[in-house]
């Protein structure tokens, strides 16, 4: 059936409908988790794969759309799907069906346009909802915006179809009916919960957190200039993370020789053509967007444009700059094979870049004790490299880079030689961002199959509440019986020293080590493998009561969470502090608190007040403190049934009182015995009569049951205007050689 609504693993509690990031109905999720009930680890892999296969077919899809031959999109769905900046951005799930989808909605849009057609601006928009319902919810936007605009500048002037105003009105429409259908699964009760959520005003400050760096735009042509990060982080340009980070979002944003070398073509043997100048702003545009807090352009759009704020992440939207690139680098190849103008644009254009990353090779040899001392006061970390690390580096970099452009023009050249070398452009591009590529992919064998140490030792004493049966992620363990309890980490505890070791002559961290070591000692978000459900993890999903609550909270206070192990720096333990310490690793002390609540307990009246503000504790919305808060934990309640979106509880109340859920209040959650309130700002609770009693909670999220029903219905809409679609343009192809056969393609 459908996934559940909620999930109950991080932040007490946090809806998955709705979170848009989850990705909770996404069909290729769906489809290989629950239809083929493939392993989640298999599933990762496919969906990774997959996405990068479709974000090549999509800027193939594309490129065709706007008139180009079969040389140019090739050349430009391998830049694109196989481009450094999508490579490293595998681990960022939520991203990937953008990467593909997004261009093939404008593919889609652009024919649709050109033909007039209806069906077809309906099966764009419903690959532009399936990027919200994969969690991307700023290309979403973004595309919902400009994607219309952009489209009637796409269209090949020729192939033009004339049409009355109202057609030309209706396209768009459609567009945008068909997009807000098939993504109201996630947008209506998202729209529901956002009020209440801890982002729904804005990342503030946050907002402009990893900014991309003017002095990044070297590795446009240079990949791996400031370093490696995987499986060793030997990357010396972290001061361009911003603070807070010690490396950027996307470690790289290579484009590739042959993708700049084309694009620079394009340019210049057709600088007014309509598809040169579209994606050359959107190139520009994208860029400014992308240096976020670099330059006053992100800033002012924050502070007048409602709405901006709930984005972050400005280095995001590199993404749209490397579409724009592709998309000219595909059309340059055309032009490159087909007129001698654009094949001297190309050849001199790599000839003088490959001339300039050489000279700047051997300039950076030559100054090397210069620019060692003027890296030195950046690079200060006793971990990592140094400043003489650094320009080896650099050097390196440069020299490569030089050597590659200089293969490029080569290539160039041999192409000019005839037309039907056209595949050698496409063959070079695939190597050349493969061999900078292959390091990005950070890849753990067994790291999810590995045990966490500290999850063993919490199984081994939880015994009595495991499942019989093994766990997906880790075979052969126990999965903890949810409902019983929580775990708390301490996010400030340091990595230890053995994830440090030298690398080419330097101390760096070994990122397999250090991630391993997260992962045995149970940091937030990678516990749920294990089952455990955590107090904290990280989820944009989380109410704003949590967040506010959070930054008040003290380790003595966990328990009254249902906090039973937390895992807390090794320097922090301290003797009688209220806990007992199980296990330690690498600097991290795993211990177990006393005197810890139950998930389910019951309280009479007098031991709870009524906010001021609120007229009655029992109103849906009330809020209710402790008016003294209980020295024992309370009575237990007893929980026989725990789901994620229904909690079945026995209550034998010695009075009337309130019978709480130390779970996460939000919207959407009912009772069979009344209206919830919120205890403590953060949990359920409801009032219950003396006497035996069977009480249900049932998760039903807002709006969801119209938005999966608008959701197959854009879905189905969508599918039916592909058949239509192209049925009706293979009626109207034109005869075989026909100089507008490609008209109809």
Not at 65 to 91: D, E, H, I, Q, T
Not at 624 to 645: C, F, K, L, N, Q
């Amino acid at each position: 059936g459908l996934p559940p609504s909620w999930n109950p693993y991080v932040n007490l509690g946090a809806p998955l409908a709705g979170s848009v990031v989850q990705a909770a109905f996404y069909p290729v999720q769906l489809v290989l988790l629950g239809a083929l009930r493939l392993s989640p680890l298999l599933v990762m892999n496919l969906f990774i794969y997959l996405h990068y296969w479709l974000a090549a077919m999509g800027m193939w899809a594309l490129l065709r759309a706007v008139g180009g031959r079969a040389a140019g999109p090739v050349a430009g769905a391998v830049g694109y799907g196989f481009g450094g900046y999508l490579v490293s951005m595998s681990y960022a799930r939520n991203l990937l069906p953008g990467f593909g989808l997004v261009p093939l909605a404008l593919a889609l849009l652009i024919v649709a346009r050109r033909n007039n057609r209806l069906s077809l601006a309906a099966s764009a928009g419903m690959c532009l909802g399936l990027v919200l319902l994969g969690g991307d919810p700023q290309a979403f936007v973004v595309t919902f915006v400009a994607g219309p605009a952009a489209a009637p500048l796409l269209v090949p002037g020729r192939w033009t179809r004339q049409a009355s105003p109202l057609r030309a009105v209706a396209v768009p429409a459609v567009f945008w009916l068909a997009a807000l259908l098939t993504a109201a699964a996630e947008l209506l009760p998202a729209l529901a919960n956002f009020a209440g959520l801890g982002r729904s005003g804005g990342f503030g400050g946050q907002a402009l957190a990893w900014s991309f760096h003017p002095a990044r735009m070297v590795e446009f042509f240079s990949a791996g200039f400031f370093g490696s990060a995987w499986p060793f982080n030997a990357y010396w340009g972290g001061f361009t993370a911003g603070a807070g980070f010690a490396l950027p979002m996307a470690l790289s944003c290579y484009l590739g020789a042959w993708t700049i070398a084309a694009a620079a073509a394009m340019i210049a043997s057709r600088p007014l053509a309509r598809p040169t100048l579209v994606f050359g702003v959107g190139a520009v545009i994208a860029l400014l967007l992308a240096f976020g807090g670099h330059t006053p352009l992100y800033p002012f759009l924050l502070a007048h444009i409602p709405g901006f704020g709930i984005f972050r992440y400005p280095e995001k939207y590199l993404f749209w700059f490397t579409l724009c690139a592709a998309a000219l680098a595909g059309l340059g190849t055309d032009a490159a094979l087909e007129d001698a103008r654009s094949r001297r644009a190309a050849f001199w254009v790599t000839s003088a870049v490959a001339v300039a990353l050489a000279l700047a090779a051997v300039l950076a040899w030559a100054a090397r004790l210069k620019l060692t001392a003027m890296l030195a006061p950046m690079l200060t970390e006793t971990v990592g490299p140094n400043a003489s690390a650094a320009v080896e580096m650099i050097v390196s970099a440069l020299a490569h880079s030089g050597a590659t452009f200089g293969l490029c023009a080569a290539v160039v050249w041999v192409a000019a030689q005839d037309r039907r070398l056209w595949i050698v452009p496409a063959l070079f591009l695939f190597s050349d961002l493969f061999a900078t590529g292959r390091p990005l992919l950070m890849a753990e064998p067994g790291f999810y199959q590995s045990p966490s140490r500290f999850a063993d030792v919490i199984a081994e004493r939880e015994k009595s509440s495991s499942h019989d049966g093994p766990c997906r992620f880790a075979e052969g363990r126990p999965c903890l019986q949810p409902g019983r309890f929580r775990v708390f980490r301490d996010n400030s505890i340091p990595p230890p020293l053995n994830t440090v070791s030298y690398f080419n002559g330097i101390m760096a961290v070994n990122q397999v080590q250090l991630r391993r070591w997260e992962r045995e000692t149970l940091k937030p978000n990678l516990a749920v493998m294990d089952g455990i459900e955590e107090f904290a993890g990280m989820n944009v999903a989380s109410g704003a009561a949590f967040d506010a609550r959070m930054r008040e909270l003290t380790l003595d206070q966990l328990p009254r969470y249902n906090v039973k192990y937390a895992v807390i720096p090794t320097e922090a333990e301290q003797q009688d502090a209220g806990y007992r310490v199980l296990d330690r690793l690498g600097g991290a002390s795993l211990v177990e608190l006393e005197r810890v609540w139950p998930r389910a307990y019951f309280v009479p009246f007098e031991a709870i007040m009524a906010r001021p503000e609120e007229s009655s504790p029992s109103a849906p919305s009330a809020e209710a403190g402790w008016a003294t808060t209980p020295d024992a934990p309370p009575p237990e309640a007893r929980v026989i049934d725990y789901t994620p979106d229904r909690v079945t509880i026995e209550v034998n109340a010695p009075t009337p009182g309130w019978l709480a859920l130390n779970d996460a209040y939000g919207p959407g959650w009912t009772c069979d015995a009344g209206p919830i309130a919120r205890l403590d700002r953060l949990v359920r609770a409801v009032r219950v009569p003396a006497g035996p009693r069977r009480v249900e909670f049932f998760y039903r999220p807002p709006l969801l049951r119209p938005g999966l029903a608008a959701t197959l219905l854009g879905m189905v809409l969508g599918l039916i205007g592909i058949h239509l679609g192209r049925s009706r343009l293979e009626k109207r192809r034109p005869p075989s050689g026909s100089s507008a056969s490609g008209a109809a393609t």
